[in-house]
Structure formats: C-alpha cells, structure tokens
C-alpha cells in the first residue's frame, strides 16, 4: 500500500485526471508514486512495453538517449507465470469475462537524468521503478511508476522494498 506519510500531489498542484500522484514528505526520499491509466498501445509487443513507457518517461523528463538506462525488464503472463504474479500482485484479479491469456504484466528498473526547467542543462539522475498491467480486454495500459534521487546503494538486481508494497496492493475495484 502507499505509505501514510505520503501525500495525495493533487492537493497542492494539478494532476491530470488520469493519474494518481503521491510524493514522500515525511521521510524526504524524494520519491514520487505515480499510477497513470493510458490507452492500450497495442502496436507496442509486450516484451518491449517496458522499454517503451520508460523511454516514454525519459523523453518526457528530457533525458537524451545517453541519459536513460533501463537495468532489469522482464515479462509475465498470467496464465504460465501464476505464482510469480501472485507474489507481485497478489491482490490483483481480473474479471470472470476476462481472458487472462490477454493480460500480461511487465516490471523494470531503470535510471534517467531529469532535466528541471526548460531549456535547463541541470539536472539529477533518478531511479526509477515500474510495473506496467497490460490489459487487452480493456483497451488499457495501467502504469506503477515510482521515482526517486539515485542512492548510492544500488538496489542490486532486487525493487525496492516499498515499490514491492505498493505492486502487493494493486487491485481494481470497479472494472
């Protein structure tokens, strides 16, 4: 679940109506929670949907090709990975009119460097997590994405413990 010191972004400034967006403040991680509901990118294959919304987020953030790095990206199906999705999602179900062989997950680390302002040659490189729920069925791309300062600890080939948490919680109320 999200931590309850973290706060809800779209109390202090706008935050477009397809995202949720939560920020840490109490222990000054600087990290950012962002899940963000976008049209299935269906010409996108799913062993490349990672790369792809990654890349996405880089060139957003106004990274160059040389400042976005993805570290681990992997692939699972519902259908052949059942207990590996239940680790990572295990509050996550689909409906009963849902084929499951159309619903896949991908989950990535990468690292990027945000440029702040624009037209800025400042910036901070920032790590960056992400699970992305390709549902098919549904037309939908649902991202997880958190982000946060690069540690000098690298995270290994492991996610962070609270990115696991959030990903544990994932559940859709109303499909």
Known sequence: SIPSTW????KVRQVP???????????ETGAVLVVEILEYQGDVDNGNACTFFL?????ANGASRDEHHIHQSQVLDLLQDRERMGRLLPKFTLPASTEASKFHACIARGSQKVV???GSANGHWVDVEMCVLR???VETDLLVT?????REVSLGEEHSDVFKEILASVKIRDW
């Open 7 to 10: 706060r809800d972004v779209s």
């Open 17 to 27: 109506d397809n995202q949720e967006v939560y920020q840490d403040c109490e222990e």
């Open 55 to 59: 890349k996405d987020l880089a060139d």
């Open 116 to 118: 702040r302002g624009k």
């Open 135 to 137: 549902l098919e069925s």
């Open 146 to 150: 958190l982000s946060f300062p690069r």
